[in-house]
C-alpha cells in the first residue's frame, strides 16, 4: 500500500475570485471532475465525512500552521454494508454523538442513512455536487469548483500541496491572500444552519 503524504489546504469560498481567477484560468487545465457526494455533519465535531461511490471517506484535521493551513489525513475508508461495531466507533469517536441502538449486524448504506444518521438531531446530511476544474500552478493542485450544498449553488478555490510554504507562496502570486482560509465542513455547516 502506497504512503499516504498529507498535502496542506488553502481554500476559500466566494461569488467570485476576480483577478485571482482570471490569472488561474491562464493556466492550461489539468483535469476535470464531477461528482455527486453525501457529507455527514455533526454538532459535536468537524471530522470531514462524505459518502461517495458507496464509500464512507473520513477525513481528520491532523494540524494547523501559522499561516492558518490546514492538513488533513485520512483516517477511515469503508464500504457497505457496514458492520454495527464499526458504525458504534463513528457514532462515538468521529461525530461524537450519541451511540444509537443497532437492530442489525450490518447495514446497507440506504439503512445507515436511513435507520441511523437520519434520525440522529446531532447530525445533518448534505447532498453535494461538485465540478472541479483543476490546475497545476508551482507543482501545487489549484482548483476552482462550482458547488451546490443541498441545491444552494457556490463556489471555491482552493490550493493544495506537501509543502505549506509553496502553498502560500501560490496562494500570494494568485493574489487570494486577503481572503478567509474555510473549509469545506465549516462552508457546509454555515450554509444548513448549523454554526
Known sequence: MATIIPRWEWRT???GFGGAEEKIRAHEVANFKKSSEKYILSRNSD???KIRDDLMDIKSLQQINADKLEQWYPTMKESFPMKAELIERLFRDFFK??????ERAEYTYEQYL????GPCPDLVI???EKE???FSINEATVEIAETKFNGVPGRTVCVEHIDPDNVMKTVRELGLEGLPNV????AMK???GLV
Open 114 to 117: 436511513e435507520e441511523l444518521v
Open 47 to 49: 471530522e470531514n465525512c
Open 132 to 134: 472541479r476544474t483543476i
Open 97 to 102: 454523538v450519541a451511540v444509537p441502538a443497532f
Open 190 to 192: 454555515k450554509a444548513v
Open 183 to 186: 473549509n469545506y465542513i465549516n
Open 126 to 128: 448534505v447532498d453535494v
Open 13 to 15: 469560498f466566494a461569488d
